[in-house]
């Protein structure tokens, strides 16, 4: 029972170490590229049929 209860806060802090990074000298990701700007393209209305 002891070796189970010790077990839960070492698991614990195992994955409170290994998560934030800083321990496996893991760099930050790059940040984002922002997002292309795209014209507005000038289309004509479309007449469509539905009773055929």
Known sequence: M???LLAIPVCAIAVLTSSCGCCTSDS???PLRPLPQFQ???T????????K
């Open 2 to 4: 002891t070796r189970l």
């Open 28 to 30: 930050k990701a790059p």
């Open 40 to 42: 507005e393209i000038q």
């Open 44 to 51: 004509a209305p479309v007449e469509v049929e539905y009773t």
